[in-house]
DNA sequence: CTCCTCGATGAAAACCTTTGAGTCGCTAAG
DNA sequence: CTTAGCGACTCAAAGGTTTTCATCGAGGAG
């Protein structure tokens, strides 16, 4: 028997190998019950002598289903330039698909233009499901990707109703009070709050915590608590606006780390040591940052890896329709203690 | 006539619909020149009425293409967090594919799993050609690519033999040019630089551009030489170390605007005006880094926007089967003036 | 010994598109 | 008036897989 040109083997090749048909050979691939121990065996051995893969564009033309899946980000250029934050979401983004065998296709959407093309992307059936991550108000992808009839995973949660929305969130209220009892618990009296712009939940929820943390109220808060928008320069301007405010502070609990960074550079600059005269708490506990402060940053840990690695486990069992026990996922933070506080 | 459930329409509903065959249907999707200017309007019409979309998998099958390209990075991890540069070339990437309907499939190859998993995914035909960014010496990912029957577009020149190799650099010797000679021209008398690590063509290059301009010899280069590895912390300690073996040295080139923010923070530990004592060029012209030092970095500028695009259209020329004039491109660098030389 | 059941298997349809070969109606050439 | 040529189109095959349904054989019950 001649031996084709090495164009890749098909199925029926394998099944032919094997001395089964078509069918009994893709039911082994599917590892499908009913098949015999001997028939299972020889197309397994067909499969590896061959060099055998799938053919993906046959098998998605039968099942509908694409094995790829849409990654969104939206978010401001400089943003994603800037924050590392960004560089690991992808980065456990392309592993965990990776590990269950799944295309990642990436998008960054920001303009009209990019939500127009993500919505004939997401409508044309290309991918079987996204990934979204968009934490800002009345985010546009957002409500084109609701309407969609299309399973997806939000990281962190959307602005605006939640129900049925599937969602894999950090504890970020919970991480708040983590820092600020921290922060008590070295007996600081006055304790002050850098937060995230507050049109992301994530930052309202990190605000909530702590001012839950010190009983405070509405206007106490006001006072103790100056926006730092998520990046460095924020932080920076925030805490000169803090120290101006509040002289007295002894310690600040700050909503990421990028800004505490930050943060770090504008007490430095006003002559205070740190932890000595403030102590600082960050939150991510990015390592690239936080061991490379100094002094090295105290901060609240969210697992960006393992909410990725959740998210795409929660998308697999929808694709799988599965029915998930919980819509909504709370992942926990925990304390990182280094030497700012 | 009943209207199908709301499935999605196919090529056929459009055909029906326009009162033509699924043929000719295609040949107007297609472009196809044979087509009549009635039929192409009815079909045009019809597709937007029914907003059919294709369907990939299909298409695919018969074509033998699969709509997507393979984006690797083979980085160690800490440098995909820590340098915008590379948040930059995936955001650039994901545009110009969108921008040419090509689905971009993003792989990070870090682990012999990666590599086995990247090759077993190239191999099996799963996308049409690949972009590769894999700058180091002797980088398992390139072997691996390399005898692989895909076309592949490497971003500058990967290490070894480029026989044959379709790539899009940077001028990196010519930048390294640019920027020497005009720290000359201010009058600068002892120039050092900081390299890049030189297990990376770049580096090479942009320590050659330095060499050749100050017509250097080995033993020279070597002396005025330090390698910062491309990381903040490095070039913050090469400047340290050029600092104590060339106290009174009054310019630097530094290999990359990140090097060259840690080289600042050096400078100014050591109590050096910039620009009056040490005049400091960067590379990169990275905005969210040259913007922000103080003072604000002069810097040559590479186009990573432009290299991505450059090397996307390459990619599309090839899997068109077209000619490509060059096989290997060089972008020219344009050096920015700032306030720090 | 016959009839059923049941598990393993094979034949064939279906998924949707592209594309080469063939058809049809027309004009221009002989 | 016939015929070659041509443009626009249709027909149908091909592409590789999954899956339904039918078949086949073996073994157990009656």
Redesign the pocket.
């Known amino acids: 028997m001649l031996v084709s040109n090495h ?9 032919a190998r094997a ?9 082994v ?2 590892a ?5 121990p ?3 065996e020889a197309v397994n051995a067909a499969v590896s002598a061959l060099g ?4 993906r ?3 998605a ?4 289903r694409t094995g790829a899946v849409a990654v969104l980000f939206s978010e401001p250029e400089p943003k994603i330039f800037d924050d590392p934050h960004f560089a690991r979401l992808i980065r456990a983004g392309a592993r965990a698909l990776a590990d269950v065998d799944v295309q990642m296709v990436l998008m960054l959407v920001h303009s009209p233009d990019d939500q127009a093309r993500a919505h004939r992307f997401l409508a044309g059936g290309h991918v079987d499901g996204a990934l979204v991550f968009a934490p800002h108000r009345n985010d546009e992808v957002v409500s084109v990707v609701k309407k969609l009839p299309l399973p997806v995973v939000y990281a962190g949660k959307p602005w605006g109703s939640l129900r049925g929305m599937h969602l894999v969130d950090n504890d970020n209220e919970g991480g708040a009070v983590l820092a600020t009892e921290h922060l008590k618990s070295l007996g600081r009296k006055k304790i002050v709050h850098v937060s995230g712009p507050l049109d992301e939940l994530s930052a309202i929820d990190r605000l909530n915590g702590f001012k839950s943390a010190l009983s405070l109220d509405d206007k106490g808060v006001a006072r103790l608590t100056e926006d730092g928008g998520f990046t460095r320069e924020g932080g920076r301007k925030a805490m000169s606006a803090l120290l101006a405010r509040v002289p007295a502070l002894d310690a600040v609990f700050v909503a990421s780390d990028l800004m505490a960074a930050g943060a770090l550079e504008s007490l430095h600059e006003a002559g205070r040591r740190v932890p000595e005269d403030v102590a600082v708490v960050g939150f991510d506990d990015h390592v690239a940052i936080a061991e490379h402060t100094s002094p090295p940053l105290t901060s609240v840990r969210q697992d960006s890896d393992e909410q990725v690695k959740h998210m795409v486990e929660h998308l697999m069992k929808l694709l799988r329709d599965e029915t998930v026990k919980r819509k909504q996922q709370m992942l926990p933070t925990v304390l990182v203690r280094r030497e700012s506080a």
């Open positions: 164009a890749r083997p098909t199925l029926e090749d394998v099944a001395g089964v048909s078509r069918a009994t050979a893709s039911r691939l599917n499908s019950p009913r098949v015999s001997e028939a299972l055998y893969q799938p053919n564009a046959a098998r033309l039968v099942t509908r």
